[in-house]
C-alpha cells in the first residue's frame, strides 16, 4: 500500500518511528494529484513548493530528536473558502481569483501548530452556495467512482481528495450539508460539527448563523483525531463555544449497547430513493445488532427547514457579499463612468449565475414590504424546528437518517432546475438550523456501486456520542476500506497538476 492510500491514524505512527520521512510522505500524495487530478479535479490550487518546504522543515525537526506533533506529516486539503496567508483563497469565484489572504484563518493555525502540511486548495461550489461542485467558476469536480456523477458540494473538491487519495485528510465547511451531503457522494466519513466548537475565523462567509468548519477523512478515527485538533474557543470568533473540550479520540469505543437511537420520520418521506431507503434499513439492523434501542420520532416541523433555510441563508449570503464592491478587493471592471457603475459592473461580471439568484433572494426577503413576512418568519421556524431537536433528544441519545434522499447523480441532471438541487440538502438543512452536530459515514452503496450514506445528529456540543456511534458502526461493516479505481489508466487524463 502506498503511503498516499494509508489513513492518518496508521500514516502517523510511521512518521513518529521514523519509518518514513514527511517529504515522502508529501512527495507520494502530490504524485497521486499530478497523476490524476487532471480529470478528477478536486483541486484549484496544489501547493508544491510551500508543503515540501513544510515537509522538510518536519523532518528536520524529527531528527533532532523533537516528539512528533498530533498531525505531523499529514498532507491536508483545504476548501478554497479557508484564509491561508500567502496562499491563493478564491472561494471558487471569478471575483477572488487573485485573492491571496494576508493571515491564516484559525483552523489553519491549529492545524500547522499540530504539524500538518497544506496540500493545496480544493474546489468547492462558488462561495459555498451548490450541491453539486459545478457551481465552481473555475471548473466542476468530478467523482472519482464515477467522473460522469458529480462528488457533491459545496465542499466537492474535499470529499474526491480524500476518496482519490489525493490527501490524508481535508476540511471542508457546511452551512446547509456542504460537509455531509459530499461525504456520502463520495464515500467518506464528514463531520459538521456544532455551531461554535470550531472557529470561524477566516472562513469566508456565507450564512454567518450557520457556517461551520470540519474534518473530512477516510474513517472515523481520522475525524476524531482532525477535530481534536481544530476545535476550541477562539477570541476572534464571536459565537465561539468557551467550555472545555475532550479528546475526542477517547470515544472511539466499538460498545454502544444501551445506547437509544431515534428515527425522524420526516426523513423518510416520499422523496427518498429506494436504494437509500434500503441501505438505510439495513444500516439500522446493523445498528439494532450492535446494542442500540431503535425508537421511532416526528421532527414535525422538519418539512418547513428547506424554505426557511433559504430565505436565512440568502439573506445572510447579501449582507457578507456586500462586501465585495470592486474597491478594495476583488474583480474591478475598468469599463465604468461612476462608482455606482463599477460597482454594479464588477458585481456582475464577477459572481456566478447561484450567487446572483441568492443575493436577489436574499436582497428580496429582506426588503421593508418583505421582511416580516419571510425572514421574521423563516426565524420563527427556525426555533420550532431547533425545539423539536431538544424535545427529542430528552429520550434519545443521537438521531439517524439518510445523509441524502438519492445517491450521486449525473453532472448537468439538476443544474437547470436550482430546486431540485436544493432537495439534495432536504435531511442535512434541519441540524445547521439548530446548530447541532452532524456527521455521515458509509453505509453501503447502490447496484452501480454508487456510495451512500448514513447520517448521525446529536445534542449541542456531544460530538462525543456521534463519534461513539459512528465508529462502532463502522467497524462492524466494511463500507469505510472501499476504494473507486482513480489509478491514471482508469480515466483519459485531461490536464495536468495546478500550483503556485
Given amino acids: 500500500m502506498r503511503l498516499n492510500e494509508l489513513k492518518a491514524h496508521e500514516l502517523l505512527p510511521m512518521i513518529s518511528r521514523q519509518e518514513v520521512t514527511v517529504e515522502e510522505a508529501v512527495t507520494c500524495v502530490l504524485d497521486r494529484i499530478s497523476a490524476i487530478d487532471g480529470t478528477i479535479q478536486a483541486y484549484i490550487t496544489v501547493t508544491c513548493e510551500h508543503a515540501l518546504r513544510k515537509a522538510r522543515e518536519a523532518d528536520a525537526r524529527l531528527a533532532k530528536g523533537e516528539p512528533a506533533r498530533p498531525l505531523e506529516g499529514l498532507s491536508v486539503a483545504v476548501k478554497d473558502n479557508i484564509s491561508t496567508k500567502g496562499i491563493r483563497t478564491t472561494a471558487a469565484s471569478k471575483y477572488l481569483e487573485d485573492f491571496i489572504p494576508p493571515y491564516d484563518a484559525t483552523v489553519i493555525q491549529h492545524l500547522e501548530d499540530a504539524g500538518a502540511i497544506i496540500i493545496g486548495k480544493t474546489n468547492m461550489d462558488e462561495f459555498a452556495m451548490g450541491s453539486s461542485t459545478e457551481n465552481s467558476a473555475m471548473f466542476p469536480t468530478r467523482n472519482p467512482w464515477n467522473p460522469k456523477r458529480v462528488p457533491g458540494g459545496s465542499s466537492g473538491g474535499s470529499a474526491a481528495a480524500v476518496i482519490s487519495d489525493e490527501a490524508v485528510i481535508a476540511l471542508g465547511s457546511d ?87 431515534g428515527v425522524p420520520k420526516e426523513f423518510l418521506d416520499e422523496g427518498l430513493s429506494q436504494a437509500v431507503r434500503d441501505a438505510f434499513t439495513e444500516a439500522l439492523e446493523k445498528l439494532e445488532a450492535l446494542g442500540v434501542t431503535i425508537k421511532d420520532v416526528s421532527l414535525p416541523h422538519a418539512r418547513h427547514a428547506l424554505a426557511a433555510y433559504y430565505v436565512i441563508s440568502s439573506a445572510e449570503a447579501g449582507s457578507n457579499l456586500a462586501r465585495l464592491d470592486g474597491v478594495r478587493y476583488g474583480v474591478r471592471t475598468c469599463a465604468s463612468e461612476d462608482f455606482a457603475s463599477m460597482m454594479a459592473k464588477s458585481r456582475g461580471e464577477g459572481f456566478g ?12 426577503v429582506l426588503s421593508a414590504e418583505n421582511h416580516d413576512k419571510y ?84 445534542r449541542q456540543y456531544d460530538e462525543a456520542t456521534l463519534l461513539q456511534v459512528a465508529y462502532a458502526f463502522e467497524q462492524a461493516t466494511d463500507f469505510h476500506v472501499r476504494r473507486p479505481e482513480a489509478e491514471p489508466n482508469a480515466y483519459e487524463l485531461a490536464g495536468g497538476e495546478r500550483s503556485v
Avoid at 459530499?182 to 460539527?193: H, M, Q, R, W, Y
Avoid at 421574521?376 to 420550532?384: H, T
Avoid at 436550482?418 to 446548530?435: C, H, I, Q
Fill in 175 to 261: 452551512t446547509g450539508g456542504s460537509i455531509r451531503q459530499p461525504a456520502s457522494f463520495c464515500g467518506i466519513v464528514g463531520l459538521k460539527p456544532s455551531y461554535g466548537l470550531v472557529s470561524r475565523h477566516g472562513l469566508i462567509g456565507y450564512a454567518s448563523s450557520m457556517d461551520q468548519i470540519g474534518p473530512m477523512t477516510k474513517d472515523v478515527r481520522d475525524c476524531a483525531l482532525v477535530l481534536s485538533a481544530i476545535a476550541g474557543h477562539d477570541p476572534k470568533d464571536s459565537q465561539s463555544y468557551p467550555g472545555e473540550l475532550p479528546d475526542y479520540t477517547e470515544y472511539l469505543i466499538p460498545d454502544i449497547t444501551g445506547i437509544t437511537v
Fill in 353 to 364: 449565475p447561484e450567487v446572483k439568484r441568492r443575493i436577489v433572494l436574499g436582497t428580496y
Fill in 375 to 458: 425572514f421574521n418568519e423563516a426565524l420563527r421556524v427556525r426555533s420550532l424546528i431547533a425545539r423539536d431537536f431538544q424535545e427529542v433528544f430528552e429520550t434519545c441519545d443521537c438521531l439517524v437518517g439518510p445523509t441524502s434522499p438519492t445517491v450521486a447523480f449525473e453532472a448537468g441532471e439538476k443544474t437547470r432546475d436550482p430546486l431540485a438541487m436544493y432537495l439534495s440538502d432536504v435531511y442535512t438543512v434541519p441540524p445547521n438550523l439548530a446548530g447541532i452536530p452532524g456527521m455521515s459515514v458509509p453505509c453501503g452503496f447502490d447496484k452501480e456501486g454508487m456510495p451512500v450514506g448514513l447520517q448521525i445528529m446529536g
